[in-house]
Structure formats: structure tokens, C-alpha cells
């Protein structure tokens, strides 16, 4: 519960420390804007708080209870949803190893043009779905969304040649293209900096999941016997099934934002909302503001994650559409490579929870972002050195299994660039722009490889090589330029009489916190102010970068 004890000298040690707390903003104080000022466009949550009739005071303890009701309410629904996309996606690679290929007639690059088209949808879909993001309320869109691409997915059991397919694939690609974006604005929605990695990390690592969790469905679907249906649409039958079921389920149970949710109490609410203030970034507006989609535009950042998305979506597009041909390539049958699928996924959990921790410890995401392409360059190297005998196909599972690190560097640059980026818009735009190169790397990705290159696909192994080490090099470029950015809003600081070196209290891990009157005596007064005014990070002087 909020508490609402006014100032006593006299009071308990605990109360005094919950009172420095609003004073101090520690995890944030209401700081009501003047009566005469517009506030047309400020953060909705700021518009909530204003009708407040107390002070929200948030102690750590109300802090952490409050981010363990959001996880077990928000968590299961975005961890399903994206388990589902995944198996969706990887229908296709399973289906062409049970006979997809050969019974609909696919000759050339058309198998690659199927797992491409999706992510063409996706590309020129980003724009719409970053102004519904600002515009309408966030968890029914997503709810429609998922319930439109399972019924796809089911209508794609009856496709029976390349121009069927392809239809059905450009459709799945329009209704998936919200997924992903959407979780990247409910993350940064409802949690602080410091809690945003582990949440992106969490959802993305079902990635992993499903590659172990599909290989086995798949591996079961595939032996069923029916005269009707061939094993590849019995899956995506199935899939579709239960994308559709879970729409309904997303429907009931994702709220549209903090202040509407039905599963936190009043005071709970406020919590919610108020523990976000020092993130500096809002929770949103529900105003679509041009000057914020200039601000992106301009915005070196925005390119960086750009083009980094860009680099790291060819590799990811490629492997995720012709991963269990590689492995079939080796020599094995179709049952056996969907099973030696199964430590592909697991390596992508890993790394992906692996590389979250690891970055949430060390306060830095760079160095783990160029640790994590290290790997992979150096299985795409085992790929391309090793022959294809039968006494190789251990060396070659080890090279394939360690490039599988790679889904681990793609949470940790949302959360890079969700971190680093102000202004409801703004953010919006800028994820928009990720997913814009993303969409752009998986088009080019399985175009690299064709199912007459076996076994060796050289060409798709050679351009993943030097595209891992290209994206190490830009990793390094992207953390001098925030450096940069620090000095420059320091020099600000001091320009306005303010102390040029300020606590960034979001990026604070509670648990580690053993003095608060020590964290309290970092934080100045007016740090968390401007919080809610939704300006964009390079208008707020008090925005602190992360790397």
C-alpha cells in the first residue's frame, strides 16, 4: 500500500526513511504540474497521478511487491504468445524436412521466398503498428492480432502449391508483424530500466523453448498416419489450433496499461505507476507527436540500432529457415535431425538468460553483446572448414550448436535501445525502426542459402561470418557514442545549475541496496521531475544513457 503518514521527527526509523523517499525520489515523488499549465500530451500516468488524493510514497519493499504481481500477471501471457509466433514460424523449417518442398512443387529460390515474404509483411507493416501502439489501448490489439495469424495458420493446411503458401505467409507476416514490437512497449509499459533486460530476455528465450519443445511436437505430429492430411499440415493445423485458443485467453487477461488494470488495487496502481518516474521515460501519452518522430529520425542512436538489427536478422533468417536442412546435410534422417534440433533451442535459452544476467550484473550491455558474436563466428568457421564424412558430424553439431548464441544478442539491443530512448513516440518510432531492420535482415537472410547448395552452403556461412564480426565492431562504436551522449547532457546539467553527476535510481537494484539512507543522500531533489512530461531523452538534461 502507498503510504500516507506526513513528516514526524518522532516517527519510527522506517517511516522517517519512507518520507526521505518522497522527498528525495528515491523511487519517485508526485511532482503535480501547475494548474496553468497545458498538459495536453503529458504522460497519461501523470494525468493519473494528478487525481491522486495523497502523496505516493513507493518503498522498496512496495516496489518489488508490486513488480512480482505485474510478473505473474503480464510474464505467462507475452511468454505464451511468443512461444506460439516461434512454433508458427518454424512450421516451415519443420514441414520441408517432412516432404513440404517436393509435394507442393517448390523449385529454386521459392522455399526461400517463403520464409522471406513473412518479414516483408512485417517491414511495411512497422509504421502502422508503432502509431496503434500510441493510438489504441495495448492489450486487445494485441489479442486480435494473435487471433487473426492462428486462423491464418490454420487456412494454410489447405495450401497445396507455391502460390497458396505464399499468400498464406505474407498474411502471417501482417498479423505477427505487432508480436515482438508490442512486447518491447509492455515491457517498457510496465517496468523499470533495471528490470526491463531479464523481462525482454525472458520472452525471447522461448525462442529456445520452442526449438525444443517444437522438435519434439513435431517429431510426434509427424508420425501420425492420415489418409486426409500430410504430416506438414497436420502441424500447421495444430499450431493454428492453439494460437486461435490462446487468443481468447490474451483477450481476458492482458490489460491495456497500469492505470487500467483490473488485477492491481487502487493504491497498487498508483505504485505501479509512480516506481516508473525515474526511468525518464514515461508510460504513455496516447498523443502521436511529430516532433518526436523527427527527434528519432535525427537521432544517431536510431540508426545504430538500425543497422545493428539489420546485421544480426540475416544470420537469424537464415539459420531459422534452413537450420534443420543444415543439420540434415550432415547425413541424418528427418526424424533424427529434428531431434538433434532439440540442443539447438537449448543453447538459444541459455544464452539468451545467460546473456541478460550477465549484462544486468555488470551494469553493461556492449561487452556481452560483442562476447555473444564471438561464438558464432567461430561456428560459422567450424562450418565452413570442416568436410561433411560421417565421422565430422560430431565437429559439425558442435559448430552449428555454438552458433545458436546469436538469439541471445537481439533482447539485450531492445532493451539497449528501449533504455536509451525517451518520449512515448519516440519510442515507438524507434522500435518501429528495429524491427524495420530486422524485418530487412530476415528477407535478405534465407535468400543467402538454397536447397541445391547442400551440403555445404557455403555462400549463407561465409556472408554470417563476416556479418557476426561486422556487428562486433559496431557494438563498440554504439557505446563511444553513448559515452558522448553522457558528457553532452552532463554539460547541460551544469549549464543549468544543476549537479553535474546524478544518480540514475531506475538502474538501481533494490535487492542490493543495504543503506537506503545511502542511496537517498545520492539523489537530488529535482532528479525525476520531468519524468512524466513525455520529452524525448535528448530534451531531458536529467536522461542518464546506459551501455
Known amino acids: 500500500m502507498a503510504d500516507k503518514t506526513e513528516r514526524d521527527d518522532s516517527a519510527p526509523e522506517t517511516v522517517r526513511v519512507e518520507q526521505a523517499q518522497l522527498d528525495r525520489d ?48 503480464i510474464l505467462p501471457v507475452l511468454l505464451v504468445i511468443y512461444c506460439l509466433q516461434s512454433l508458427d514460424k518454424n512450421t516451415l523449417s519443420y514441414s520441408a524436412v517432412f516432404g513440404l518442398i517436393a509435394d507442393t512443387g517448390l523449385k529454386g529460390d521459392q522455399y526461400s521466398w517463403l520464409g522471406s515474404v513473412v518479414y516483408v509483411a512485417q517491414l511495411v507493416f512497422q509504421p502502422l503498428v508503432a502509431y496503434i501502439l500510441v493510438k489504441f489501448p495495448v492489450g486487445k490489439f494485441l489479442a486480435f492480432m494473435v487471433f487473426a495469424w492462428g486462423a491464418i ?24 508483424s505487432a508480436v515482438a514490437p508490442t512486447f518491447v512497449a509492455v515491457v517498457q509499459m510496465w517496468y523499470r530500466r533495471r528490470e526491463q533486460t531479464k523481462r525482454n530476455a525472458a520472452w525471447y528465450a522461448m525462442l529456445g523453448v520452442i526449438n525444443i519443445l517444437g522438435s519434439l511436437l513435431t517429431y510426434g505430429l509427424g508420425h501420425i498416419n492420415s489418409p486426409v492430411l500430410r504430416s506438414y499440415q497436420i502441424i500447421f493445423l495444430f499450431c493454428g489450433c492453439l494460437t486461435v485458443a490462446w487468443s ?38 496516447g498523443v502521436w507527436k511529430w516532433d518526436h518522430v523527427w527527434d528519432a529520425m535525427l537521432d544517431l542512436k536510431t540508426w545504430l540500432w538500425f543497422t545493428i538489427m539489420f546485421i544480426i536478422s540475416i544470420p537469424s533468417g537464415g539459420i531459422s529457415t534452413f537450420g534443420p536442412l543444415i543439420i540434415e546435410s550432415f547425413g541424418f534422417d528427418r526424424f533424427t535431425t529434428i531431434l538433434f534440433n532439440i540442443p539447438f533451442g537449448a543453447v538459444q535459452m541459455i544464452a539468451t538468460l545467460g546473456g541478460a544476467w550477465l549484462s544486468d550484473r555488470i551494469r553493461m550491455k556492449g561487452p556481452v553483446l560483442i562476447l555473444l558474436c564471438i561464438l558464432p563466428i567461430a561456428g560459422c568457421s567450424i562450418l565452413l572448414a570442416v568436410g561433411r564424412a560421417a565421422s565430422d558430424r560430431a565437429v559439425l553439431l558442435f559448430g552449428y550448436y555454438i552458433i545458436s548464441v546469436y538469439p541471445g544478442i537481439s533482447p539485450l539491443i ?11 513516440t519516440k519510442r515507438k518510432v524507434t522500435t518501429a525502426m528495429l524491427f524495420i531492420g530486422s524485418n530487412a535482415g530476415n528477407i535478405i537472410g534465407p535468400l543467402l542459402f538454397r536447397p541445391e547448395e547442400k551440403p555445404r552452403y557455403t555462400r549463407g556461412l ?29 554539460k547541460t546539467r551544469v549549464a543549468l545549475g544543476k549537479p553535474e553527476k546524478i544518480v540514475d535510481l531506475s538502474m538501481v537494484d533494490n535487492r542490493a541496496v543495504e543503506d537506503e539512507d545511502e542511496v537517498l543522500n545520492q539523489a537530488d531533489g529535482h532528479v525525476g521531475e520531468r519524468g512524466f512530461e513525455d520529452l524525448t531523452d535528448l530534451r531531458n538534461e536529467d536522461f542518464i544513457y546506459v551501455y
Open 26 to 73: 528515491v523511487e519517485g515523488s508526485l511532482h503535480k504540474p501547475a494548474a496553468d499549465k497545458d498538459v495536453k500530451g503529458i504522460d497519461k500516468a501523470a494525468e493519473f497521478l494528478k487525481q491522486a488524493d495523497h502523496q505516493v510514497v513507493v518503498t522498496l519493499r512496495d516496489s518489488r511487491r508490486v513488480a512480482k504481481l505485474i510478473d505473474w500477471r
Open 153 to 176: 495458420l490454420c487456412g494454410m493446411t489447405a495450401a497445396h502449391n507455391f502460390t497458396g503458401l505464399m499468400v498464406s505467409r505474407l498474411f502471417l507476416g501482417i498479423f505477427e
Open 248 to 285: 481468447i485467453v490474451t483477450f481476458i487477461f492482458m490489460p491495456d496499461s497500469p492505470m487500467t488494470a483490473k488485477f492491481l488495487k487502487p493504491d497498487d496502481k498508483l505504485i505501479a505507476i509512480e516506481r516508473l518516474r525515474m526511468n525518464q521515460q514515461g508510460i504513455g501519452s
Open 414 to 424: 531492445y532493451s539497449w535501445s528501449g533504455q536509451n530512448t525517451g518520449g512515448d
Open 462 to 490: 561465409t556472408a554470417n561470418l563476416v556479418l557476426f564480426v561486422i556487428l562486433a565492431v559496431e557494438i563498440g562504436l554504439g557505446m563511444l557514442l553513448i559515452k558522448f551522449l553522457n558528457v553532452r547532457h552532463a
